[in-house]
């Protein structure tokens, strides 16, 4: 130790500046000396593997190249954009894509929907409301989505109706063992019609409007009635515009129809997309709903409290003062939610949906290109992840609270 | 006690004749087990200004809580400005647009500016047109002495700019009675005199209120009347002067001596 | 190194990669063993190799992971239906011992949509194994005939027929033999026809990693050897039998005279192992596909007018 | 309370709850005869067949009793942990720790065996079932968790080479689906380490391992940044040198604090070697797809899902009420 | 001002003839461009009690977290015990061997108990044996009066109680200095005269130690020599006497009239 450096104070104060030590002591030198092994180990170990990787891949006879991108991909694929077993590889990969994209987009926004109700439902001071809520969450949060995915889809999807014996909601909803069909509204080219649409569909907003207000300022005595006076003459005005539209209809209803072996027109969800959809938006709503409960519970009791002594009603106070103060709580486990969701999504290859992990896996079996494959698998999920933290970072930012 | 006499005395008390705008009549509460309001009765009449104090746990907070149901009580009744507080929702909501309320924690709304957290009452209970309400929130800010923090969230203002929110926000409600519950406990000390500079003008427009607090100087100033609760039953009620000057019970006694002594 | 076959010596048990379920071809049976067509044939290389038909450890492998399987040593040899074609041959560093199984890719419907040929099938949904050289043969063939139809593709040929018999799909394609063999487990096997129409050779057999010869050799003549058994009506049974035959070329199968098996690098009784394990070609067959209703057609010996010919044991 | 007043209370209060809970009722009127008729019809005989494949898959039956004894070494093991938890030390901390440690090398010699003799090897393609999927967890759990922790002190560290490297890690794999991992560790290992044969059931373990470490890292994380500077002041101040502060001071806070993230992690993980089914590793979902395929048992999905999910279910639940009663026990020492 | 004669200066002032063991020359500090520190001098004599007041901001706490390095400095120098404090790691080691610290918010370990507490740094920085280590502890934890709490963890204890316990933590390696950083200023009323004591007693065994507080009582009583700080400079230092009869700098004398008052 330094205990030589102990001179008398006056010699040692004399010394103009005292030497910072040998190098292998200093905080800085260590510093920069452990970053550079470590970078030099990391370096290394890649180097390694690289070199690893280019012998493994020679003894199997394997390239390292993304040429095959642009070659036939010659397989058939059931469903996604417009694609042809004579298309290329890249455009069966971008199909795939795009598939993994509609499904995680459509399951987010249908989870949130699941979860957040599930999550106040929990809350609920209905006792039989909150039990079910409570079994939901409990039996979905605690199997394996694969399992999951293959209930859907093995025991219910599968075994809906067939074809020509289909569930059916008027000319409006069919399901059968072929997925869910939904009419489909065309726009037509009658302008006039549309005017007609747009302009009664105002009027009766602002009537309706009119109407609500008044019912809000003067909620007691006999004028309460005034607002089903208005709605029962609004439906009559409506039911005539209706049968005035229907002569020159501004939109038609394309409804599916039975056309050899399967249904053709309006909207249809195949039973892989809608099993994979349902699976992942159930089991996703049930953490969803976790964390929405956690995040109303972090509200402050005195939040709801003040509220309360405002005069506010329950549903108010939910809307008004817990859920959007919850929501910061909630933001940064519901990203990981939505993560999961998307990413839970690769699991479509048990069931049979073309999403990208599926149509790469293909394309890995047909190639045999594995090590690229894979690249552009999980570079496109990673694209993917990240860009959906940053949106949801941004959102973050926005419902932070202003401190201090 | 038959509640009109009762209702009577409390008048007569205070001074005044007509009826009370709060009645408590043998009011109890339990926490599970624990007792808390052991029959509670009292009146306070329109206008009067009651100070309540008494030793931590006593159940202060707990009494004023149940005048407008922020808390039940399990027997007695409680009737507030000529509405008796039951399981009746109607009932509750009615009380609670007529009663104020200001929490030792502020409780303001950070995620809404201070005007938001004031309009928010009138626009969304009393379905007030917004710029109807804004008008009477910036009233109410001038009022409380901070116009110009009007756009700031609540995370931006002082101890003291938060309570006089707080207490603009229950006045936005205009309701006939206003609770206060130890509301400069949570306060820098320089922050206090501006809390209460607001109460003591409250007062004198003529408010009902009834203030949980420990500031004495307030209490003498202001209250009509001092409330002493001890292991929740009132032990002593007494104007101030009476109150300070000559408590009548030991644990009153003990209780003054700590708190002027601090 | 001393190659797979000395490797397999020494473990004392052959690892043999199959099909995690496929009825007649490799089955996981409920006490923890693996039954059908595949699984003997493993069988009968464990009892050439170590004279113990019970010596095989079965690797249940996904169509995606089998050659890498093979490649990285993980399985000693792979006998998973899996096609002979010249690319895999060729590019993917797999030598291909004799077909056991001649196959081609037809396809099944359900009798009461009243579909008789490939051209009925426009607009229809058809099921299939991802993967396969059945995907591109399916999209192949109706590409050239103009039919359009839409394809579903599943990973697990479980779910292939699953989705099939649950009404999913209008036809399922795949090798002949099996949807003959998924058929006969349907709840109404009588309900479904497997269309006249062959789109593909699918010959059938044991693969096993290119450059290793002497292992390469071993496997292709167990092939040959339960393909003589049943062209000189050697069976399980009667084995034991020969062992004073005149028949030189028996003489040599059974190991009395010749030194076969010295050259193979095993013990010179190696066929009648092979046989006592698991019996000749049509044991094998009518032990394993005949109960799935399953027609020999094609894999009967050449002497039969079929395509199984042993080559010359000398 | 009566019976009544409860009811008004917590069912009828209200309108929009009255009409809640018939609707809620409807539902459990129109769902609950539903469930137990099926229940009741299913033919649960598919799983009392396979039971043996369920619970070990094709480990071979002479040697099963290598499975009991482990199970029971282990069961031992975790009740004298909470003996000792409980403040009783019968056995003394650090000979607990040392048996901790060695029972992840002690159940691979039970369980796979060496050579012939007494313990004759049992290959781990032979592992299945419930006994895999039970190995995959307790194994993601036991070689991630030192890994996660590391990764996590990576990230927090000052020196910016090695919290980026750490970090980039940690995002890569957690932007990516476990599946792809474990199709990684299944068909890239072999190409990227040509000269090691890793066993199938270590590869898919490197995957879930890997996998699960990102997150754990990034859950010990939260639990360092939530320990205030203070401790790391008090602790440099007293001449602990890093290494030290971290060992003795944070990571011991960091770890308590985030207890039930970890455990949740745990549960996430147990279900997700559910996974390992699709790369064609025959766990416990893995049989349950081979049962179904085998005609034998054609038609009884249903019932073999089932009867897998509530294995999965059982276990995440006893995990987590495991979890809740630890997080209380924690809170005590800090009132 | 020359070195030397800064050092003599200060030891003649504290009375005493031998070399500083504290010495400050024109340390300089920026957090970021903020300049917190700027230019301090001074120099402390073994067995000096030195207290250190000022406004809040005013880099009393920065000043003497450099003095263990808890802080960089960027200029200046400083020298701790004849260790001059620079980049080299042994030098920080042998200076945080030799300065305790306790800090304003106690910074207990709360997964140790009360003894694992004191005796960690025995243990592990000094290596000493465990049994060694803990006849230390219980020796150190009867001194500061709570020898009875050993095994109790630290959120089980009163503040005044962990404040002790934080004392003997830094008494327990038996530092030449010790730094307190407002040590009571966490602590309710009642408990802050037990921790006071503490250090009262400590002053009397001859310790070096350098306090920042606003105790005015125990700075009268214990410094040698109060430092007053502003705006990251020493604006003045004196004996107690002198600086609170005479204070010479208005910011000061404003100080010192708002302290008093409190
Ligand atoms: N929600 C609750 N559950 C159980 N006990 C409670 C609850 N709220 C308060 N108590 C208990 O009831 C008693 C009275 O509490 P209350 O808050 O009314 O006292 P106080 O007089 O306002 O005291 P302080 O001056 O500390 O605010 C206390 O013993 C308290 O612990
Ligand atoms: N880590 C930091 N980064 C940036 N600024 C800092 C940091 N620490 C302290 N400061 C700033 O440096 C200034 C001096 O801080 P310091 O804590 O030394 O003041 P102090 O005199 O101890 O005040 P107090 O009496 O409030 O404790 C303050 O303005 C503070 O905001
Ligand atoms: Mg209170
Ligand atoms: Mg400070």
Known sequence: ?404 | MNPSTAAQAAGARAGKTEEPIILCQDVHKWFGSFHVLKGVSTTVARGEKVVICGPSGSGKSTFIRTLNRLEEHQRGRIVVDGIELTGDLKNVEAIRRDVGMVFQEFNLFPHLTVLQNVTLGPAWVKRQRREEAEVLGRELLERVGIPEQAHKYPGQLSGGQQQRVAIARALAMQPRIMLFDEPTSALDPEMIKEVLDVMRELAHTGMTMLVVTHEMGFAREVADRILFFDQGEIVEENEPEAFFEGPRHERTKLFLSQILHH | QGGILQKVKDRGRLVCGVNGGLPGFSNLESDGSWTGFDADYCRAIAAAVLGDRAAVEFVPLTAAERFVALQTGEVDVLIRNTTWTLIRDTQVGVDFAPTTFYDGQGFMVRKSEGVTDLDQLAGASICVTSGTTTELNLADTMRARGIDFTPVVFEEIDTVYNAYEQGRCDAVTSDKSQLAARRSVFANPDDHVILEATISKEPLGPVTVHGDNAWHDLVTWVVFATFFAEEHGITQANVDSFAGTENPEIARFVGTTGNMGELLGVRPDWGVQVVKAVGNYGEVFDRNLAPLGLPRGANKPWTEGGLLYAMPFR | MTAVAWARKSLFDGPFNTALTFLSLGLLTWAVPRLVRWTLGARWEVVAANLRLFAVGTYPADQLWRVGLELAALAALILASLWAWRGNHPLGRRVLVALWVLSVPGTVLVLRGVGDGALPMVRTTQWGGLLLTLVLAAGGIVLSFPFGVLLALGRQSRLPVVSGVCTLFIEVVRGVPLITVLFMAQVMVPVFLPDFRIDKVVRALMGITVFTAAYLAEDIRGGLQSIPRGQYEAAAALGLSGPQAVALVILPQALRAVIPAIVGQFISLFKDTSLVAVIGLQDLLGIARSVIANPRWLGLQPEVYVFAAGVYALFCSVLSRASQRLERRLGVGER
């Open chain 1, 1 to 404: 130790m330094e205990r030589e450096l102990r001179g008398s104070g006056a010699a040692l104060a004399s010394r103009s500046r005292a030497a910072p030590g040998p190098w292998w002591r200093n905080e800085r030198a260590l510093r920069v000396l452990f970053q550079v092994l470590f970078l030099a180990a990391v370096a290394l170990a890649a180097g390694a593997l690289y070199a690893n990787m280019l012998r493994g891949l020679d003894r199997l006879g394997l390239t390292l190249n993304v040429g095959f991108l642009d070659q036939e991909a010659g397989f058939g694929i059931s469903e996604g954009i417009a694609y042809a077993p004579s298309d290329t590889y890249g455009r069966a990969f971008v199909l795939g894509a795009v598939n993994t994209l509609r499904v995680s987009g459509l399951g987010i926004a249908m989870a949130t929907v699941l979860g957040l109700v599930a999550g106040v439902a929990r809350l609920s001071g209905n006792w039989l409301v909150r039990q079910l809520s409570g079994l939901y969450v409990e039996v979905f949060r605690n199997t394996p989505v694969l399992l999951q995915l293959l209930f859907w889809y093995a025991a219910v999807m599968l075994s809906m109706p067939p074809v020509r014996r289909s569930l059916h909601l008027g000319d409006l909803i069919f399901i059968t063992q072929r997925g869910v069909y939904l009419a489909r509204a065309h726009a037509t080219g009658s302008s006039l019609s549309w005017l007609a649409l747009v302009g009664g569909a105002a009027l009766m907003g602002t009537a309706v409007g009119g109407l609500t207000r008044m019912l809000r300022e003067e909620p007691r005595g006999p004028w309460r009635y005034l607002p089903w006076m208005g709605a029962l003459l609004g439906a009559a005005a409506g039911w005539a515009l209706a049968r005035w539209l229907l002569a020159a209809p501004p939109l038609v209803l394309e409804v599916p129809r039975l056309q050899g072996f399967n249904f053709r027109g309006g909207i249809h969800g195949s039973p892989e997309f809608t099993a994979l959809l349902l699976g992942l938006v159930v089991y996703t709503g049930a953490f969803i709903a976790e964390v929405v409960r956690a995040g109303v519970l972090a509200v402050g009791k005195g939040q709801r409290e003040a509220a309360e002594a405002l005069g506010l009603s329950r549903f108010q106070v939910m809307r008004v003062v817990i859920l959007p103060q919850a929501l910061r709580v909630i933001i940064p486990p519901l990203t990981s939610q939505y993560l999961n969701l998307a990413k839970n999504s690769s699991l479509a290859i048990a069931i049979g949906f073309p999403d990208l992990f599926n149509v790469g896996n293909t394309m890995l079996n047909q190639t045999g290109q594995s090590i690229p494959v894979f690249g552009l698998i999980m570079a496109s999920y990673l694209a993917m992840s990240l860009f959906t933290s940053l949106l949801m970072n941004l959102y973050n930012r926005r419902v932070k609270l202003v401190e201090r």
